[in-house]
């Protein structure tokens, strides 16, 4: 998703190694506290992070059966070909929030439809195209039920969602379980939740478990980025991860999956975090709905607006032993989310401090130690806010139902980590996951369901590729192409992959700007109708194309074959 970076990544420390990337030519540095990717199977038993430019086993064997199927899929497809010349085919979802989310959920209905689907090897998305993917890994097979699968996901998006006692206590869970607390708890429990409708503690690994042992699905791969990496303009910024490996895709340092979140120093692990659930790793893909500020703005409004729903009395039962403080201290949270919201569209919160000031001196009988506000200028005012905000909730411990409190601790302002972010941040779609060369892609076909310029994400593609010495495509466009966009591209160049590009909107289904006014990235989530319209739309450009896609798949056979 397109914005600013507000999450946190995994606590790990220090080593370095050296990577090539796809063309073996550029040398990358691993980032001075990298350590946590995959593992081979022995090294990940043992701890280790493993910095060698090959695929994982466990990959490796699956991408082997996949490929057989695949061969099965394009005889069916009236598609002549033997084993060795299997095109290996890699379809990216883009970022995009709901959009996306949907978008690439219809696309697949219609690549199944149309017996395209089982052709596929990997599925690799960024952002909101990373929550269909987890919605669909879910279910055993999914690509052999796909219009049954479908049904269950919308039939869920368009229910209640998450409760306010479910989401906090999810976040009490959060708070308890794990080494490291940040900011992407809050995101996976208050945002995530409101788009996917659920809260899906399973983990990658054991999602994968139901899969492994046959090939009817793609192999999937979940991007974010390395936000140091990223500001710097330096080291390995693409960051993925897989059923069985995370890690630097062009570095090639990488740590078992089931150890991705634990705390590793110079190459070894030395503590062992539990794997994190889906929900959090979609709001670590997904964690870009806007800038900074906004993503603030929208997780204080969204606990004042909950917690206005549900009073005091539906959160906590009366207590005859309980202080006659409950209704004080809920004022004075509400009196702290709206002095944050002030402080974050440039409002004074004097009034605001004055009311908690005088509020905690009832509750502490005169003896408050709560400072004042200061509002010298809004950098230090939002510094000073932290503190404030975290003294507050720090005075109301023990004396309100509501996990506010212990839900904000000191652990949120640790830097011992290495902190990841949506990978629409820098590039809204997955390129650099398939582009490994061990992966050996021949054919990309890109869904873009980014919002703005509809090719950004293959021009840019297209330029980071040119000054790492990765094979790609030259990308070459007409000057209409922006505000006029066909439905179907194709980007050819000598030994490198055939990149197919489809924009979600476009003049095939002629509305553009109907459409991109209806479906906003930071809207919230669809309504029913909006979902199945938005399904449909996807729908067509892959029905539309399914010769000129068939027509791509052909030739990439024959350029496999003339190779060999």
């Keep these: 998703m397109e914005g600013q970076p507000h999450g946190r990544g995994v606590r ?60 099965q899929s394009l005889k069916k497809l009236q598609i002549d070909c033997s084993q060795n010349e299997v095109p290996n085919i890699a379809l990216l979802g883009s970022g995009g929030g709901q959009r996306a989310m949907v978008g690439l959920l219809g696309s697949l209905v219609q690549l199944q439809k149309t017996g395209l689907l089982d052709s596929i090897l990997y599925l690799s998305g960024v952002s909101g195209s990373t929550w269909c993917m987890a919605s ?22 368009g229910g209640p969602g998450v409760s306010w006692k479910e989401a906090f206590d999810k976040l009490k869970k959060y708070y308890s379980r794990k080494d490291y607390f940040s900011l992407t708890d809050f995101w996976a429990v208050m945002v995530i939740t409101s788009y996917v409708k659920e809260i899906d503690e399973h983990t990658l690994t054991e999602q994968w478990s139901q899969h492994s042992k046959d090939s ?39 740590v078992d999956a089931s150890n991705f979140g634990s705390k590793f120093h110079k190459g070894s692990k030395k503590n062992q975090q539990d794997e994190f659930d889906m929900l959090y790793l979609q709001a670590l893909c997904g964690s870009a709905l806007a800038d900074e500020v906004e993503i603030k703005k929208q997780l204080w409004q969204k606990i004042k607006g909950e917690a206005l729903l549900h009073p005091i009395s539906e959160r906590r039962p009366e207590d005859p032993n309980a202080p006659a403080s409950d209704e004080e201290c809920y004022q004075m949270l509400m009196n702290l989310v709206d002095m944050n919201l002030s402080v974050l569209t440039g ?16 509750l502490s009988g005169g003896q408050s130690r709560s400072g004042t506000l200061r509002i010298a200028d809004v950098e230090a005012h939002e510094l000073d806010l932290k503190s404030y905000t975290m003294d507050v909730c720090n005075s109301l411990k023990g ?18 980590t290495r902190d990841f972010e949506d990978a629409g941040l820098l590039l809204n ?84 700007e109907a459409w991109r006014k209806s479906y906003k990235t930071f809207q919230g989530p669809y309504s029913a109708k909006e979902i199945t319209d938005l399904m449909e739309v996807a729908g067509k450009n892959i029905t539309n194309n399914k010769g000129k896609l068939l027509e791509q798949i052909r030739a990439a056979v024959r350029q496999k074959g003339s190779r060999r």
Excluded at 136 to 157: A, F, M, N
Excluded at 228 to 250: M, V
Excluded at 347 to 362: F, K, M, W
Excluded at 446 to 470: W, Y
């Design 429 to 512: 779609s997955p390129y650099f996951s398939v582009l490994r060369k061990e992966r050996n892609i021949d054919l990309i076909i890109s869904l873009d369901f980014s919002e703005g310029d509809p090719f950004m994400t293959v021009k840019e593609a297209a330029k980071t590729c040119k000054e790492l010495h990765i094979p790609f495509p030259e990308v070459n466009l007409p000057s209409e192409g922006v505000k006029k966009p066909k439905d179907f591209y194709v980007f050819k160049g000598k030994n490198t992959p055939t990149v197919i590009h489809i924009p979600l909107f476009n003049m095939v289904n002629y509305k553009i």
């Design 216 to 254: 009817k699905v793609p192999f999937p791969i979940y991007t974010v980025i390395d936000k140091k990496c990223k500001q710097r303009n330096n080291g390995d910024p693409w960051f993925e991860i897989t059923p069985h490996e995370a890690g630097y895709s062009l570095t090639g340092a990488f």
């Design 347 to 362: 409002e004074d919160p004097s009034a605001h401090n004055e009311s908690i000031r005088t509020s905690l001196n009832v």
């Design 136 to 157: 669909l890994y879910q279910e055993p097979d999914w690509s052999t039920k796909l219009e049954t699968v479908k049904d269950k996901i919308i039939q869920r998006l």
């Design 12 to 71: 790990v420390r220090g080593g370095r190694g050296r990577g090539q990337n796809r063309g073996g030519q550029v040398h990358r540095q691993i980032p001075d506290v990298v350590n946590h990717g995959l593992t081979m199977a022995e090294a990940g038993r043992s701890g280790k992070v493993r910095i060698e430019p090959s695929l994982n086993k466990n990959e490796a064997e699956f991408i082997d059966g996949r490929r057989k199927s695949v061969l």
């Design 399 to 416: 004396r309100i139902g509501w996990p506010f409190g212990e839900a904000v601790p000191s652990t949120l302002q640790e830097t011992e």
